[in-house]
């Protein structure tokens, strides 16, 4: 029915029975909606939107999608927006993690099925960008990304303050009684002022990062903030790219390689990005049978250095490091470790888009390769026998005094026990001993929270204790910081070792070898194995069911077993 040069809404017809009256019918219902048929003739540019009442960060949607639309038809292109499944990071219950792969199918299913030459990926907020990559790579249409762009930081009582890293520093501040409920009550009103992501390198801005570093966002465009008027500019560009990528052969499937993939590595690395954007990265290119390997990281992060100051690992905003150059100041400075010949959707590869960029830079912001804020990456992989198949630590955001250590267990065994003894007086707990949280990795009931940033004990809190190692199987919000291993796996909803860790038990880490082992007998750990309760039974029906069955483990992406490439 539908040969490979129609074009438009001549594309995958409705399927009558007659593809001729198919054709006739949809251009009937385009009319419809108002268009001539210089506009219906025209090739189609997709954008998917993921605006929502929900989704704060998304406020803007309605300007930039406009801006889209502006660059399509200059470009003499037909924009239609759709909206697909939004993800707005505070609002989903137990977490917006949960729902990423199911945007994913949404964003994926909807490209497939709707008649568009290409499509322009409108998102932002954490997981709406590694969902909209993972469905496009899947579709495999010619596809641009576009971020919404960061929100602004306010300034409030001498200091500037945004989301997200500010808001756990001032809730730390409140917890440990430095604050009084008013200040707390004051600042929630300054701490997300504008619309847009996380002001710091939190997970949303990791995956814009990523997206440009890896070649699917036009260059520039990561750090621009959701209000300023370049973003528009970039909108209307990438609407302009769109129409022009519908007659390349330029797919995600080229743009999103082994080389590029380790190229966006690098830059999560040298940005101190976001754990979450390793899970994310995994998952996007495992839709493209590209594998991410945690002990590649090792060696990678060993030879990248952090350049980049930006919270919670150093002073700035991301709207600091838009000023200061963008990521194209950090792709410069990292250019002898990238594989340069890797193609971006512009249909330049990375050398030719470097090679005519401005090369202003402000070093209180992006440092250079000579003299970066640390020699080595930001992430560090561990391996041992709490953690057979890896674990992660941000090392950038860790306190490095606490990385050569063997610490007693202080296990709670779920969210809720957590909650319910973290902040008792007579916790048995001091500030050498290591907390574990267990039953919160991707097939938990509680699909692995952004809980892996225990809070220090009440008690120690109040007595000036700012950081401990901690381990779980949760993932940490990139906006958080401390001594934090994450993604234990296997997890200890599916029997991983972390299930059969208990008070009292010794745990030593070392960051130095990248290991981390649980000291006990292996006679022991068998018998407590052997006294585990069973896996609870999947729930009954609906996308629960789905995800139970189907999530698979951190260092695979978390994504849906039967949606990899
Ligand atoms: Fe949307 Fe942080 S809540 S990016």
Same mark, same amino acid.
């Given at each position: 029915m539908n040969t490979p040069n129609k074009i438009g809404l001549a594309r995958g017809l409705t399927n009558y029975g007659d593809a001729d009256f198919s054709l006739y019918l949809r251009r009937t219902f385009a009319k419809q909606a108002g268009y001539s048929n210089d506009m219906t003739?025209?090739?189609?540019?997709g954008i998917a939107q993921s605006a929502s009442g929900f989704n704060p960060c998304h406020r803007n949607f309605p300007e930039i999608i406009e801006a889209i639309k502006r660059g399509v038809i200059a470009a003499g292109g037909l924009p239609l927006d759709f909206p697909t499944i939004s993800l707005g990071e505070t609002f989903l219950n137990p977490t917006s993690m949960k729902y990423r792969n199911l945007m994913s199918m949404d964003v994926e299913e909807m490209i497939r099925a709707q008649p568009m030459d290409a499509v322009v990926l409108l998102g932002g907020c954490d997981k709406t960008v590694p969902a909209q990559l993972m469905g496009a790579a899947s579709a495999d249409m010619p596809a641009i990304q576009l971020v919404v762009g960061p929100m602004l930081p306010m300034p409030y009582q001498g200091e500037r303050l945004g989301a997200c890293t500010d808001c756990r520093r001032f809730w730390g501040k409140f917890?440990?009684?430095?604050?009084?409920?008013?200040?707390?009550?004051?600042?929630?009103?300054?701490?997300? %002022?504008?619309?847009?992501?996380?002001? =710091?390198?939190?997970?949303?801005?990791?995956?814009a990062s990523i997206a440009e570093a890896i070649g699917m966002s036009l260059p520039g465009t990561a750090a621009i903030p959701a209000v300023h008027s370049d973003r528009l500019r970039a909108a209307e560009a990438s609407g302009r790219r769109a129409v022009e990528l519908a007659f390349t052969p330029i797919r995600p499937s080229e743009i999103i390689t082994e080389r590029s993939v380790e190229n966006a590595l690098r830059v999560l690395l040298s940005i101190g990005g976001s754990t979450n954007a390793l899970i994310h990265l995994t998952a996007i290119a495992g839709r493209l049978g590209i594998k991410v390997s945690l002990e590649?990281?090792?060696?990678? @992060?060993?030879?990248?250095? =952090? *350049? =980049?100051?930006? $919270?919670?690992?150093?002073?700035?905003?991301?709207?600091?490091?838009?000023?200061?150059?963008? *990521?194209?100041? =950090?792709?410069?400075?990292?250019?002898?470790?990238?594989n340069l010949d890797c193609m971006t959707v512009t249909g330049e590869t990375l050398e030719e888009r470097l090679a005519h960029e401005s090369t202003w830079v402000d070093r209180a912001v992006v440092r250079s390769f000579a003299e970066p804020i640390t020699p080595q990456g930001g992430l560090v992989s561990l391996f041992g026998t709490l953690a057979p198949n890896g674990a992660i630590l941000k090392r950038s955001a860790a306190d490095p005094r606490l990385f050569e250590r063997t610490g007693r267990a202080v296990v709670f065994s779920s969210l809720a026990d957590l909650a319910e003894r973290i902040d008792l007086p007579d916790l048995d707990v001091t500030p050498d001993d290591f907390l574990v949280l267990q039953n919160a990795g991707p097939k938990s009931a509680a699909a692995m929270p952004e809980a892996g940033y225990l809070p220090i004990p009440l008690k120690l809190a109040r007595a000036?204790? $700012?950081?401990?190692?901690?381990? @779980?199987?949760?993932?940490?919000?990139?906006? %958080?910081?401390?001594t934090i291993v994450l993604h234990v796996s296997p997890e200890a909803a599916i029997g991983g070792p972390l299930a059969v860790v208990r008070n009292g038990d010794m745990i030593r880490m070392s960051v130095a070898t990248r290991r981390l082992d649980l000291l006990v007998d292996e006679a022991e750990l068998q018998l407590r194995r052997a006294a585990l309760p069973p896996q609870p039974a999947a729930p009954r029906r609906g996308f629960s069911r789905l995800y139970a069955q189907s999530t698979l483990q951190a260092e695979e992406g978390c994504d849906f077993d039967f949606l990899r490439g």
């Open positions: 003739n025209r090739p189609v540019v917890r440990a009684g430095e604050i009084t409920r008013e200040a707390i009550d004051e600042v929630e009103g300054k701490l997300a %002022a504008t619309a847009g992501t996380c002001a =710091v390198m939190g997970t949303a801005s990791t995956m590649r990281l090792n060696t990678l @992060s060993d030879e990248t250095p =952090v *350049l =980049v100051d930006l $919270k919670p690992t150093g002073e700035h905003y991301m709207s600091d490091l838009h000023a200061a150059g963008g *990521l194209g100041a =950090v792709l410069r400075e990292l250019r002898p470790l990238l000036g204790v $700012k950081d401990m190692v901690r381990i @779980s199987d949760a993932r940490m919000s990139g906006t %958080a910081y401390g």
